[in-house]
């Protein structure tokens, strides 16, 4: 490749700054030219990713914030959570140490660029002071289920110092009237003593229960509680809601959050990335993992993580030696499990029909894999699906012929 040590040099003093949307190019690249047969060139970035670890995996606290920036007392082991006094259930579970819960998230550019901004503010505090605005302190993480969120959130907590009050907002409500929205103002008081990321999974509850018609006049109540008690806190703490269903958070709501961070589905990019990540320690095999991402389109990330485990599974449990195509044997008989509405057509017919998986799969331009590597985790010789491919080509040409 021409010029290549000048590209070098740029990943090496990118890669220096620890950004995840860098990192995520400079293995992209690697991936690209390794793929093109360049190996010479994809092993000296793999050395330098090596060299240049994710700061975010191995030393999550990039930003050391001072008392000044987030005030409050310190949040040790031995403080309880709140009760709700009619049942005595915590309000919320007090995660000291969310780095030790957390590896990064795997996110689409646009989002990992959102998250380190939110990062980044917090390390610019001064400049930001200076031109009269203060860092976002409340942040909405929206997404399908199984996205990434609490991970995310977990992330932005470990990557600022916190620890989490992690709240579940359907947890707070109570049948006892009155109850609600004490527990809430019990909660917001909690966090508002402490230096902590007060995190409210599960957000759109309360929109849930405005639309309920019973106690209308309670509901109401509540609602405005959280709302206030969301107000009151906004320059004390830093705080992330999350939600699922965010169409049914109205604008009162939207209104309350700085920041808005949308988590999507994870594109082929992403889930080959996810793929690479989850199937450790079994070594990763390129065109498997293309493959892999290939038919999981549609996936969520929780999803991808419960069938590389599957997959880990069945080779333990098989005996098998971690082979790419015994990996890929894994990955069907894995499908082969999950029910029919949750897996893509692309699945079912590499199941059913591996000839004819073949055939469309090597036609499809967003198919990356190659026939000759395709064939080796087929476990099948080349000519086997080169026949496949003329016998297909010859019945396409008679039916058009007719
Ligand atoms: N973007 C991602 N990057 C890395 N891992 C992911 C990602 N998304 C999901 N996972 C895997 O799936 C697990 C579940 O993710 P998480 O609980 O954060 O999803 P969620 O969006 O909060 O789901 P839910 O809406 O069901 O609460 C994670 O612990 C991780 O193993
Ligand atoms: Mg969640």
Redesign the pocket.
């Known amino acids: 490749m021409q010029h290549f040590a000048v590209i070098q040099s740029l990943c090496r003093l990118g890669l220096q700054r620890h950004d995840p949307a860098f990192r995520q190019q400079v293995e992209r690249l690697r991936e690209r030219l390794e793929k093109d047969g360049d190996t010479k060139n994809s092993d000296t970035l793999a050395r330098l990713l090596k060299a240049n670890p994710d700061a975010s995996e191995l030393v999550p606290t990039k930003v050391e914030l001072s008392r000044f920036q987030i005030t409050g007392e310190p949040l040790t082991a031995q403080i309880h959570p709140p009760v709700d006094r009619e049942t005595s259930q915590p309000l919320c579970r007090i995660v000291m140490n969310p780095a030790a819960q957390t590896?990064?998230?795997?996110?689409a550019e646009r989002s990992a660029k959102a998250i380190a901004d939110i990062v980044a503010e917090w390390s610019t505090f001064e400049r930001l002071q200076e031109l009269g605005v203060a860092p976002g302190r409340s942040c909405l993480i929206f997404?399908?289920?199984?996205?990434?969120?609490?991970?995310?959130a977990f992330h932005i907590a470990a990557a600022l110092g916190l620890p989490v009050v992690d709240a579940r907002i359907d947890g707070l409500i109570s049948s006892f009237l009155g109850t609600t929205a004490r527990n809430i103002a019990n909660l917001f008081s909690f966090a508002n003593r402490y230096r902590c990321l007060l995190l409210l999974?599960?957000f759109d509850a309360i929109a849930k229960l405005r639309d309920d018609p019973q106690e209308v006049g309670e509901i109401k109540r509540v609602v405005n509680s959280l709302l206030q008690s969301l107000d009151a806190r906004a320059d004390i703490g830093i705080t992330i809601a999350?939600t699922?269903h965010h169409r049914l958070l109205d604008t009162a709501v939207w209104r309350r959050f700085e920041t808005q961070i949308q988590?999507a589905l994870?594109d082929a990019e992403?889930r080959t990335q996810?793929l690479t990540?989850?199937l450790k320690p079994l070594s990763a095999n390129l065109p498997l993992i293309q493959l892999m991402a290939y038919v999981t389109e549609g996936a969520?990330?929780?999803d991808?993580?419960r069938f590389a485990n599957g997959i880990k599974r069945h080779i333990a449990l098989a005996g098998f030696e971690p082979t790419a195509p015994n990996q890929f044997k894994a990955l069907c008989e894995v499908l082969a499990r999950e029910p029919l509405t949750r897996v893509h057509p692309r699945a079912v017919s590499m199941i059913d029909d591996i000839a004819a998986f073949a055939i469309d799969a090597l036609h499809d331009p967003d198919f990356p894999v190659k026939q000759k590597p395709f064939s080796s985790l087929l476990s099948v010789n080349q000519a086997t699906v080169s026949r496949w491919l003329t016998r297909a080509a010859s019945t396409t040409g008679a039916a058009h012929a007719q």
């Open positions: 590896q990064r998230p795997i996110l997404g399908p289920p199984g996205s990434g969120k609490t991970l995310t999974d599960e999350i699922n988590i994870p992403a996810m990540a989850f969520s990330g929780a991808l993580r």
